[in-house]
């Protein structure tokens, strides 16, 4: 079955900076776009960063260009986050997400999360 496992999440200071990590298993990560999302409290959870099957393109939130960084290992089944400059806004629930096909239909796939908190 599908899996997604996040690591790397903490309490950081602002200005500081965090490596997410996600591990998948059950689908043949290589050939999938994967993203971060992150949901505050009282928030709608919104999208952070994707890349591609193989790392071509990436894309990001605006309110975090130029701060996070997202990469992937596909001969470790693994994508990152690098989240560089944190503020206090960027406190959420980090979590790994793949949309596959599943009965025909995109289903999404999400990892259980991991907590960021930014804070002095």
């Known amino acids: 079955q599908v899996q997604l496992v996040e690591s790397g999440g903490g309490l950081v200071q602002p200005g500081g900076s965090l490596r997410l990590s996600c591990l998948a298993s059950?689908?043949?990560?290589?050939?999938?776009?994967m993203s971060w999302y992150r949901q505050a409290p009282g928030k709608e959870r919104e999208l952070v960063a994707g890349i591609t099957s193989i790392g071509i393109t990436k894309n990001y939130a605006d309110s975090v260009k130029g701060r996070f960084t997202i990469s992937r290992d596909n001969a470790k089944n693994t994508v990152y986050l690098q989240m560089n400059s944190l503020k206090p806004e960027d406190t959420a629930v980090y979590l790994c997400?793949?949309?596959?096909?599943?009965?025909?239909?995109?289903?999404?796939?999400w990892g259980q999360g991991t907590q960021v908190t930014v804070s002095s």
């Open positions: 059950g689908f043949i990560f290589r050939s999938y776009y």
């Open positions: 997400n793949v949309q596959l096909m599943r009965d025909m239909v995109p289903y999404d796939y």
